[in-house]
């Protein structure tokens, strides 16, 4: 089965610390994405990797960077962490770049900036 | 951009119907779709590309009108696993989900 592990279900931070979210895929999936999830809203996409050192924005990149120094990982880095980045994130991979290929999820990183 | 789902969300009762809508403003190549349960991590169902080929489920099935980048998602005689919330995601490589359907069947 593939496997798509976030390194904390729960995580409370406060205002003004960098935090660093881990995502990390072991079916040597090409594409990894971060997603957050708000009620009403639907997931949206922070950023994503298509290979090793290379990162696109999505469509909401501020307040947040990411690194992939290795394919299998993935992370989510919010350099200073404000309370109305509190919200569920969701780390996502594929195998390809092709249009027909299903991304797998992670279960997800609840963060709370107090 | 992204995609719209409608209705926000539908309540039924076991053995009902629904049918979930998912509308682009971009070109469409493929659709996919989702389903997450309370708690858990968002699960494929589908993919639908242009031509008509679709990948997946075989007890929902969906429709992928290329022209008007609207697809929908179909459910019959809806059990009470299929209560969760629905997304529909688009993008060749960038892939962007929508706003979110939540489902609820009730006994």
């Known amino acids: 089965d593939v496997k798509v592990t976030q390194s904390s279900r729960y995580l409370v931070k406060r205002t003004g610390e960098k935090v660093f979210l881990e995502c990390v895929q072991d079916m040597d999936h090409e594409n990894m994405f971060w997603y957050r999830q708000d009620p009403g809203l639907g997931l949206r996409l922070i950023y994503f990797?298509?290979?090793?050192?290379?990162?696109e924005k999505g469509d909401i990149p501020e307040g947040y960077s990411v690194s992939r120094e290795k394919k299998e990982r993935f992370s989510l880095i919010l350099e200073s962490a404000s309370t109305n980045q509190t919200s569920m994130y969701l780390c996502?991979?594929?195998?390809?770049?092709?249009?027909?290929?299903?991304?797998?999820f992670g279960q997800g990183t609840r963060l709370t900036v107090v | 951009q992204q995609p719209v789902q409608s209705p926000q969300a539908v309540i039924l009762r076991e053995g009902e119907d629904a049918v979930i809508n998912c509308s682009s403003s971009?070109?469409?190549?493929?659709v996919h779709w989702y389903r997450q349960k309370h708690g858990e991590a968002p699960v494929f169902l589908m993919i639908l590309l242009k031509g008509g080929e679709q990948k997946g489920h075989d007890k929902i099935s969906a429709s992928f009108n290329e022209k008007k980048q609207q697809s929908s998602l179909y459910l019959t005689a809806s059990q009470l696993s299929y209560s969760g919330t629905y997304f529909c995601g688009t993008g060749f490589q960038k892939l962007v989900f929508g706003t979110g359907t939540r489902l609820l069947v009730s006994p």
């Open positions: 990797s298509y290979d090793v050192k290379m990162k």
């Open positions: 971009k070109a469409l190549y493929s």
């Open positions: 996502a991979s594929s195998p390809s770049t092709g249009a027909d290929t299903e991304a797998f």
